[in-house]
């Protein structure tokens, strides 16, 4: 059985049909069952403050008798404005956002010191984008301060509102709770923004949060996704050129494109319009035990489109691989900052010559490197595994 959107009525009724001698989901409305297919449509809920907390009704009090460092997730929202093709979170049915009562959040905050969590990990869209999530991490500072937990929260940060967004940054670093500030930019190409329905902050707007945050020591971190409709290998290198000349030293989160089901990108129409190719391949699950029985899950990863090739997509892998890799993790980076600024070659420049040098020497120390992710990426191309464990 699938749920679709919001489960706890679902799953409620669920659990209640299978009290009864002969059961039959599809009464259920909102699911997807295996025998009978799709149920009747169900509508969101209005009201978010009729589902109680678990954190505040006890479901988990017997778990909290146990010797585990433990982290939670929270959810102060419900829904994303966003439309994003490659998305769906923000499909039209979930763009209003809902919220959550004060007063519930605030209890489950001291829930969340007094139970002494590591981790906090919230779970809304777009933290920071109502007015009052500056006054809910101001709240949460304040439960650090009296319990000593959570000790750190993360969180997706919004797109837009960049004053109020580093208010909330500073005040989560200040209390030694910042996990790191995203600012996402998916990609940098006008055209491929235009093609996957996607408004970023202008780079202007980027370099100046780049100084407030480098100026108060706060870590951040660009996400970007690579193989989207539109882009070209050389609109998207020259847009990690272009990040790391705002400043973006920190960190670089480089995803797959993959097509998700219910996405705009899914639909068959825009598959054809964009001449979307996939590869069928295991979800990297970085975080996992290798020992344990594995159930394999899969993605469909997105190789080519109209305006790029395969070997071009496995060219930009590589390129992601050497900056995330020798940038980022500061390997070759003050080198790269080095010789742009007394030789004026560019971040793309450097890189790229530093893939050609590993091609060339592949006994070296870099050359056997380049041929094992090589190995890899070939190996995710033909649909299988990308672990090296």
Same mark, same amino acid.
């Given at each position: %059985?699938?749920?679709?959107?919001?489960?706890?009525?679902?799953?409620?009724?669920?659990?209640?049909?299978?009290?009864?001698?002969?059961?039959?989901?599809?009464?259920?409305?909102?699911?997807?069952?295996?025998?009978?297919?799709?149920?009747?449509?169900? *509508?969101?809920?209005?009201?978010?403050?009729?589902?109680?907390?678990?954190?505040?009704?006890?479901?988990?009090?017997?778990l909290m008798l146990h010797p585990?460092?433990? +982290?939670?997730?929270? *959810?102060? =929202?419900?829904?994303?404005?966003?439309?994003?093709?490659?998305?769906?979170? #923000?499909?039209?049915?979930?763009?209003?956002?809902?919220?959550?009562?004060?007063?519930?959040?605030?209890? *489950?905050?001291?829930?969340?010191?007094?139970?002494?969590?590591?981790?906090?990990? =919230?779970?809304?869209?777009?933290?920071?984008?109502?007015?009052?999530?500056?006054?809910?991490?101001?709240?949460?500072?304040?439960?650090?301060?009296?319990?000593?937990?959570?000790?750190q929260f993360r969180a997706a940060?919004?797109?837009?509102?960049?004053?109020?967004?580093?208010?909330?940054?500073?005040?989560?670093?200040?209390? #030694?709770?910042?996990?790191?500030?995203?600012?996402?930019?998916?990609?940098?190409? *006008?055209?491929?923004?235009?093609?996957?329905?996607? $408004?970023? %902050?202008?780079?202007?707007?980027?370099?100046?949060?780049?100084?407030?945050?480098?100026?108060?020591?706060?870590?951040?971190?660009?996400?970007?996704?690579?193989?989207?409709?539109?882009?070209?290998?050389?609109?998207?290198?020259?847009? %990690?050129? $272009?990040?790391?000349?705002?400043?973006?030293?920190?960190?670089?989160?480089?995803?797959?494109?993959?097509?998700?089901?219910?996405?705009?990108?899914?639909?068959? =129409?825009?598959?054809?319009? +964009?001449?979307?190719?996939?590869?069928?391949?295991?979800?990297?699950?970085?975080?996992?035990?290798?020992?344990?029985?594995?159930?394999?899950?899969?993605?469909?990863?997105?190789?080519?489109?109209?305006?790029?090739?395969?070997?071009?997509?496995?060219?930009?892998?590589?390129?992601?691989?050497?900056?995330?890799?020798? +940038?980022?993790?500061?390997?070759?980076?003050?080198?790269?900052?080095?010789?742009?600024?007394?030789?004026?070659?560019?971040?793309?420049?450097?890189?790229?010559?530093?893939?050609?040098?590993?091609?060339?020497?592949?006994?070296?120390?870099?050359?056997?490197?380049?041929?094992?992710?090589?190995?890899?990426?070939?190996?995710?191309?033909?649909?299988?595994?990308?672990?090296?464990?």
């Amino acid at each position: %059985i699938v749920v679709h959107y919001e489960g706890e009525k679902p799953f409620a009724e669920i659990l209640q049909e299978t009290t009864v001698s002969s059961p039959d989901y599809s009464r259920i409305s909102g699911l997807n069952v295996r025998e009978a297919g799709l149920t009747a449509k169900r *509508e969101l809920e209005s009201d978010l403050n009729q589902f109680p907390s678990p954190y505040l009704t006890g479901v988990f009090d017997s778990l909290m008798l146990h010797p585990y460092e433990l +982290h939670a997730t929270n *959810e102060t =929202n419900r829904s994303c404005p966003y439309s994003c093709s490659f998305c769906n979170w #923000g499909s039209a049915v979930l763009q209003k956002l809902r919220a959550f009562d004060l007063e519930m959040l605030y209890e *489950e905050f001291e829930w969340f010191g007094k139970q002494r969590i590591e981790l906090l990990y =919230n779970s809304d869209s777009n933290w920071g984008i109502l007015p009052r999530d500056l006054a809910l991490t101001e709240r949460l500072v304040k439960v650090k301060e009296k319990f000593g937990y959570p000790k750190q929260f993360r969180a997706a940060y919004a797109k837009k509102g960049a004053e109020k967004l580093f208010a909330i940054a500073k005040a989560l670093n200040d209390a #030694g709770m910042s996990k790191g500030v995203t600012l996402s930019f998916q990609s940098m190409d *006008e055209n491929t923004l235009k093609t996957i329905r996607r $408004q970023n %902050i202008g780079i202007a707007v980027f370099e100046r949060l780049m100084s407030w945050y480098h100026k108060e020591k706060i870590p951040t971190y660009t996400e970007l996704i690579m193989g989207l409709p539109g882009e070209t290998y050389t609109s998207f290198v020259s847009g %990690i050129d $272009q990040l790391l000349r705002a400043g973006q030293h920190d960190s670089l989160n480089i995803y797959l494109c993959s097509v998700l089901v219910g996405s705009e990108m899914s639909e068959p =129409n825009y598959i054809e319009t +964009h001449d979307i190719e996939t590869v069928r391949m295991p979800i990297l699950q970085q975080h996992r035990s290798t020992t344990a029985e594995e159930i394999v899950e899969y993605n469909d990863v997105v190789v080519a489109t109209k305006t790029l090739s395969r070997d071009a997509w496995k060219r930009m892998y590589m390129f992601s691989w050497v900056v995330q890799s020798f +940038h980022c993790l500061a390997l070759a980076q003050y080198i790269a900052l080095l010789v742009r600024r007394i030789y004026g070659i560019s971040f793309q420049e450097f890189y790229e010559g530093l893939l050609v040098f590993m091609q060339k020497h592949p006994e070296s120390l870099l050359g056997r490197e380049y041929r094992k992710t090589d190995v890899v990426v070939g190996r995710a191309l033909s649909g299988e595994k990308w672990d090296i464990v």
